[in-house]
């Protein structure tokens, strides 16, 4: 093990020092903070349109239009109000999308699937508003006995008429950047892993490196150092991620478990990494020029695309049979199962045994990696044929 941790040391020291790493991080770092506030700083005021209906109508919608909700952006978000004739028809435009919710008898919020955290605690004033009036009015009572009287309103029913539309979109959208965040820290570390064997068996100090050093232990330590550095980025983005929805007051309207399925993502995304580059180690090792790398890392590369629009495109039906299948299958399994996790359409036990699944053929990939590996390596000049390598 000190020969490989040797090797990861020194990758570790070496690119991680380096000025375009620091500069990639910083600037990724960065982008991730701005797309957290774009909606804060470009998007106008919210706006919302209730419908009331039954007893006590007009002093709802008089409550409503007198609120003033602060808006995500930080300005007053616009409520309209429209009033009709019975608790049907309200409960009809809510379902038909006329209105983002409606209050009947003020007494019960229709929504069709949940509401924002804003629209529901702007109904919740104005219920509160005309809940406590009728109860100072029905007393007619001194301070204390009004007190006494308006701690007794019960809260607001809400029922839903539908599926939760809202929440399933932000699944949706958390699904599909999970995926595209998946794929771009997948897609650089792998590639520097098979760039850096390339590189050291052109300039031919791989030689220099084998005299003191087992092959597993050259390529083990590269796939692990490399791998620490891709960690750290990972981790960078999902914090500065995660600040900045906090801090721009996105964090509420995000789906539930967001966080805790981000948190997992740092799981499937070392498995997949681990599977990605011991392919990448191994094919790198088939060329000794750039110039040759799309030969042997082009299959790997599209591997990787197909696994990446794969699970993109089964983002808007992760329950569907495709999504479901590839969810155990490796590697799709490594962007897959983390997107359906994001949607909320798969359970705990499906997670750990597609991730059981994954990481066998984790074992797997690094036996034939460090196999082609060390098969290939040593021979310079022309390209090494992949079933030679495998033959020996």
């Known amino acids: 093990m000190k020969g490989l941790l040797l090797v990861a040391r020194r990758e570790i020291s070496v690119r991680g020092r380096s000025k375009g790493y620091l500069i990639s991080l910083l600037v990724s770092a960065i982008a991730v903070i701005v797309l957290a ?66 209050v009947i008898d003020a007494s019960t919020m229709i929504t069709d699937g949940g509401v924002s955290t804003e629209l529901s605690l702007t109904i919740d004033t104005a219920y509160k508003e005309v809940a406590t009036a ?77 005299s003191t050093l087992r092959p597993w232990q050259l390529l083990g330590g590269k796939i692990i150092g490399l791998g620490v550095l891709g960690l750290i980025n990972v981790l960078v983005l999902l914090a500065a991620g995660l600040g900045a929805a906090n801090a721009s007051g996105l964090m509420p309207d995000l789906p539930p478990g967001t966080t805790a399925v981000l948190m997992g993502t740092l799981g499937w995304w070392i498995l997949g990494y681990a599977f990605f580059a011991s392919m990448a180690g191994g094919l790198g090792s088939l060329v000794s020029r750039q110039e040759d790398s799309n030969s042997t890392i082009t299959p790997l590369t599209m591997l990787m695309v197909g696994c990446y629009l794969a699970a993109l495109l089964s983002a808007s039906n992760p329950k569907g049979t495709l999504a479901t299948v590839l969810s155990y299958i490796p590697p799709f399994s490594a962007m897959m199962m983390p997107m359906r996790s994001a949607s909320g359409s798969v359970e705990l036990w499906q997670q750990l045994l597609s991730a059981v699944i994954l990481a066998a053929s984790v074992v797997g990939t690094l036996a034939l990696g460090a196999r082609i590996y060390r098969r290939a390596v040593w021979r310079m000049g022309s390209r090494v044929k992949l079933m030679d390598a495998l033959r020996g």
């Open 37 to 102: 506030f774009l909606p804060k700083l470009l998007g106008g005021p919210d706006s919302y349109t209730i419908g009331v209906a039954g007893s006590d109508s007009a002093a709802m919608s008089a409550a409503l239009k007198s609120v003033k909700p602060p808006s995500i952006t930080g300005d007053s978000a616009a409520i309209e109000v429209k009033e009709y004739p019975d608790a049907a028809s309200a409960q009809a435009a809510v379902k038909n999308g006329d209105v983002d919710a409606a």
């Open 134 to 210: 009728k109860a100072l009015d029905a007393a007619g009572l001194n301070p204390a006995q009004i007190a006494q009287a308006t701690a007794g309103v019960a809260p607001l029913k809400q029922e839903s008429v539908g599926e939760d539309a809202d929440e399933a979109s932000a699944r949706m959208g958390v699904a599909t950047i999970l995926v595209i965040f998946l794929f771009f820290m997948l897609m650089y570390p792998v590639m520097f892993v098979a760039m850096g064997v390339i590189e050291e068996k052109s300039s031919r100090i791989v030689e220099i490196l084998l």
